[in-house]
């Protein structure tokens, strides 16, 4: 099954803990405490801190691609992962607009709904963290065999990738800026680029993004 596109721009500076983050594996070690993992009070600070850096204007016009304007976290339902020196936060969004994809599949026009959810990072030996919109892209068959699910919570930054195949995009909030983006088919990741790849990488993923075109759709109660 072909993975989903997407529109790929990468951050020119890379920070290690970002690249770390979009290279977690498939499998997660059971949920215990460990030292100096991320906790909800700090996470919340830090997307508050995070989200100040969003100029106004452009918050008000929605110029960040794939970030809704209303996002709201919903951290009481927060999962927790964490994965060698990575603790992680996977926290579920509410907003009142969500994302389509349209592309052609084999001749045929073919919608699918994004998937967003927040994930949150941190370095438990250095206590750098990070703030990511993750915007899954997935295929069309992939999206129609979990009709009626999230497929946002499937897929699980640390853990489990439930089968996932398509596209998977990291952005930075604040600016809209796509800093990592992983293809997947059946929960194995199959490529990945960062503003570290090699060019053939970028340009192999470049060129499955150039084909799908995102739309923000208002929830119908708007």
């Not at 970002?18 to 460990?34: A, I, L």
């Not at 691609?65 to 020196?85: A, I, Q």
């Not at 195949?165 to 293809?183: D, K, M, N, W, Y």
């Not at 570290?196 to 119908?220: E, G, H, I, P």
């Amino acid at each position: 099954m072909k993975a989903n596109n997407c529109v790929l721009l990468l951050a020119a500076v890379v920070v290690v803990l970002m690249v770390t983050s979009c290279n977690d594996g498939h499998t997660h070690e059971p949920v215990v405490e460990v030292e100096n993992a991320l906790t909800l009070d700090e996470a919340e600070a830090y997307f508050e801190q995070t989200m100040m850096q969003m100029p106004e204007e452009i918050r008000n016009i929605g110029f960040n691609e794939l970030v809704p304007k209303d996002l709201v976290p919903e951290w009481s339902e927060s999962v927790s992962t964490h994965y060698g020196n990575i603790s992680c936060l996977n926290v579920p969004i509410k907003s009142r607009e969500h994302f389509q994809g349209r592309y052609m599949q084999s001749g045929e026009e073919r919608v699918v709904t994004i998937a967003q959810k927040l994930v949150l990072l941190k370095n438990r030996d250095t206590s750098e963290k990070a703030l990511f919109v993750l915007a899954l892209i997935p295929c069309y068959g992939y999206e129609d065999a979990h009709e009626g699910e999230d497929i946002a919570d499937l897929f699980v930054q640390g853990g489990s990738k439930n089968g996932f195949s398509g596209l998977a995009l990291f952005i930075r909030p604040e600016t809209g800026i796509v800093f990592c983006v992983s293809s997947f088919i059946n929960g194995h990741r199959t490529d990945i680029a960062t503003s570290s790849s090699d060019k053939a990488t970028k340009a192999r993923l470049t060129k499955q993004a150039s084909r799908v075109k995102f739309y923000r759709v208002k929830s119908a109660k708007d």
